[in-house]
C-alpha cells in the first residue's frame, strides 16, 4: 500500500488522504479547510478525482466530508462509504455548508467585490447521497483490494477510525479520536497493532482538563452570571457540542445547581442534527440511550427555544433579563454568533463561554488572550462581559489520550495539528522508541 497525504498537514481541516494498492485507489476523508484562506478549497486536488475509486468517511464534520461534492463535480463516480449516522448528519452538514456559499457570493456582489464560484451545488450533494453506502462497525467490508473495518471513534455520533489490510499490511487511520470519560458518547476504541497509524494531533501538546473539574467551573459560570441577570452567550459546533452542553445544562436544572431561565439555540443547523439525534439513538452511550427509552429528550432544558428565521435572532439581542444563548459558528469564524457578540459583550453582566477549540490568530483566541476590544462587523466592540474558556469539553483526545491511543504502535504518521503540537507529541512518541513522521502536502509513505 502507499499512502499520499492530500490535507490537514500542519493545519486542524482539510482531512484528505489517498490510499492506492493494486490499481485502486481509496480517498480517505476528503474536508474542506476551514479558517483558512479559502483559495485552499479551491484549488485543485492532488489527484485526478476522476480516478478515485471509492471514498471513506471517518465522520460528518465538514472539515473531513467538505470537499466530497466537488470530487462528484470534478468526475468522481464511485460510492462513498461511512456509518448510517454519519451518512444521516452529512445532509444538513453540506446543505448549511451550501447556503453559507450563497451567502458569501451574494456579498460579495453587494460590496462590488470578486464574485467565487460554488465549489459545489445541489446535485453534487445529491449525487452523493445516492452513491453513499453505510459501513457499520467492525463490520469488515472488502473494497477493491482493501478490507476495510470502521471502530468507534468516540469523537461524534457514529464516527469510526478506519482500519485498511491489503497485501499482508496494515494501516490504521485515526480520524478524529473523541474524548474519553465524556458521557454522552462511547469511549474510543483502541487500535490494532498496524504497520502505519495514520494519527490526528491536534491536542498533541497539551491534555484537557479533567472533565469533571469542567463541569463544576461550568455550573458555577452559569449560576454566577444567570443570578447576577446577566446573559451567558456560548460559541459552538453545531454537531456534538452543541448538543453536549444542552445535555449538561439539562442536568443541572434537575439537579438545582442553575436556574431554569430560557435556553435559545440560534442555528438552524443545530436544531436539523437535534432533530436527527433522535433517530440515531443506538450512537450514543449506554446513559443517553437509557434517557430516550424512559421517553426522556436528554438534549432538552426546561425552557428550551429553537430560533428559525433572522428576524427571530436578532430579536435575541434585545432580550430582558437572564438567558443562555448557544450560537454558531464555534471558532467565530462567521455566523449568528458575532451580532451576539457585538450586542453582549460591552455589558459586564454578561459571559463569553468558549466549549471548544479556537485557533491561534482567530477572533475567539484573541478574545481569550485579553483583548479590551475587538472588531466585528466593522465595528469596534468593548469587552467588558467576563470570558471562560473550558477546554474540558473538547471532542478531541488530550495528549496523554494520544499517548494512550498510540502506545503500542511503532510508526506514525502525525496530521490534522498545528505545528507546535504535532512537533510536541512527535518528541513524546519518539522518546519511547516510535518512528514518527510529521507529515507534508503530498508527502507519500509506503504502508
Same mark, same amino acid.
Given at each position: 500500500?502507499?499512502l ?6 500542519g493545519?486542524?481541516?482539510?482531512s484528505?488522504h489517498?490510499l492506492e494498492?493494486q490499481?485502486?485507489?481509496l480517498?480517505?476523508?476528503?474536508g474542506?479547510y476551514?479558517g ?7 484549488d ?8 478515485v ?8 464534520h465538514?472539515?473531513h !466530508? ?5 470530487l ?6 464511485g ?9 444521516k448528519l452529512?445532509?444538513?452538514?453540506l ?5 453559507l ?5 451574494k456579498r460579495a456582489?453587494?460590496k462590488g467585490?470578486p464574485v ?11 449525487t ?19 478490507r476495510?473495518?470502521l @471502530?468507534?471513534?468516540?469523537h ?5 477510525f ?6 499482508g499490511?496494515?494501516? !490504521? ?9 465524556k458521557?454522552?458518547?462511547p469511549?474510543?476504541?483502541?487500535p490494532?497493532v ?6 490526528e494531533s ?8 479533567p472533565?469533571?473539574a469542567t463541569?463544576v467551573?461550568?455550573a ?11 446573559? !451567558?452567550v ?6 456534538e ?15 438545582g ?8 439555540v440560534d442555528?438552524p443547523?443545530t436544531?436539523?442534527?437535534s ?6 439513538q443506538?450512537?450514543?452511550?449506554p446513559?443517553v ?6 421517553g ?11 430560533t428559525q ?7 435575541l439581542n434585545f432580550?430582558e433579563?437572564?438567558?443562555?444563548i448557544?450560537?454558531?459558528?464555534g ?8 451580532h451576539?457578540?457585538?450586542?453582549q459583550?460591552?455589558d459586564? @453582566?454578561?459571559a463569553?463561554?468558549? !466549549?471548544?477549540?479556537?485557533p491561534r490568530g482567530?477572533?475567539g ?10 472588531r466585528?462587523?466593522g465595528?469596534?466592540?468593548r469587552?467588558?462581559?467576563k470570558?471562560?474558556s ?15 491511543w498510540l502506545?503500542?504502535?511503532p510508526?506514525i ?5 498545528e505545528?507546535p503540537?504535532r512537533?510536541?507529541?512527535a518528541?513524546a ?19
Open positions: 500500500m502507499k499520499t497525504t492530500w490535507g490537514a498537514c493545519t486542524v481541516t482539510g484528505c489517498l494498492h490499481g485502486f485507489r480517498l480517505l476523508d476528503c474542506m476551514q483558512e484562506p479559502k483559495n485552499d478549497n479551491y485543485p486536488f492532488g489527484f485526478d478525482p476522476r480516478e475509486d471509492a471514498v471513506v468517511l471517518s465522520h460528518a465538514l472539515d !466530508v467538505g470537499r466530497i461534492p466537488r462528484y463535480r470534478l468526475g468522481f463516480e460510492r462513498v462509504y461511512a456509518t448510517a449516522p454519519t451518512l452529512i445532509r444538513p452538514i446543505e448549511d455548508a451550501l447556503k456559499m450563497k451567502e458569501d457570493i456582489r453587494r467585490l467565487p464560484e460554488l465549489l459545489w451545488e445541489e446535485a453534487d450533494v445529491r452523493l447521497l445516492e452513491r453513499s453506502k453505510p459501513l457499520p462497525y467492525y463490520g469488515a467490508r472488502k473494497i477493491g483490494p482493501f476495510v473495518t @471502530r468507534n471513534a468516540g461524534l455520533p457514529g464516527s469510526a478506519v482500519e485498511v489490510q491489503a497485501g499490511r496494515t494501516l !490504521v487511520f485515526s480520524g478524529d479520536l473523541g474524548n474519553r470519560r458521557e454522552t458518547l469511549d474510543p476504541d483502541y490494532r498496524a504497520d502505519l497509524v495514520l494519527s491536534t491536542y498533541g501538546d497539551r491534555p484537557h482538563r472533565f469533571q463541569l467551573e461550568f458555577e459560570v452559569l449560576a454566577q452570571t444567570l443570578d447576577g441577570g446577566g446573559k !451567558v456560548i460559541p459552538s459546533f453545531a454537531l457540542r452543541a448538543q453536549e452542553i444542552l445535555f449538561y445544562i439539562r442536568r443541572f436544572e434537575a439537579e445547581a442553575i436556574p431554569s431561565v430560557p435556553v435559545y442555528s443547523l436544531t436539523r442534527i432533530e436527527i439525534y433522535g433517530e440515531i443506538e450512537a450514543f452511550s446513559l440511550q437509557s434517557f430516550y427509552r424512559r426522556i429528550d436528554p438534549f432538552a432544558p426546561q425552557k428550551l427555544r429553537y428565521s433572522v428576524d427571530e435572532s436578532k430579536r432580550l433579563g437572564p438567558a443562555i448557544i450560537a454558531g459558528s471558532m467565530l469564524s462567521g455566523g449568528r454568533i458575532l451576539h457578540l457585538r450586542h459583550l460591552p459586564a @453582566r454578561n463569553l463561554v468558549f !466549549v471548544g477549540y479556537q482567530g477572533l483566541h484573541r478574545i481569550i488572550e485579553g483583548a479590551g476590544e475587538v466585528i462587523h465595528h469596534e466592540v469587552v467588558r462581559a470570558v471562560y473550558l477546554g474540558g469539553f473538547s471532542g478531541h483526545a488530550g495528549r496523554d489520550e494520544l499517548l494512550d502506545t503500542a504502535e510508526r504518521v502525525l496530521v490534522h495539528g505545528d503540537a512537533a510536541s507529541l518528541r512518541l519518539r522518546a519511547r522508541g516510535a518512528k514518527v513522521t510529521r507529515a507534508r502536502l503530498g508527502q507519500r509513505f509506503e504502508v
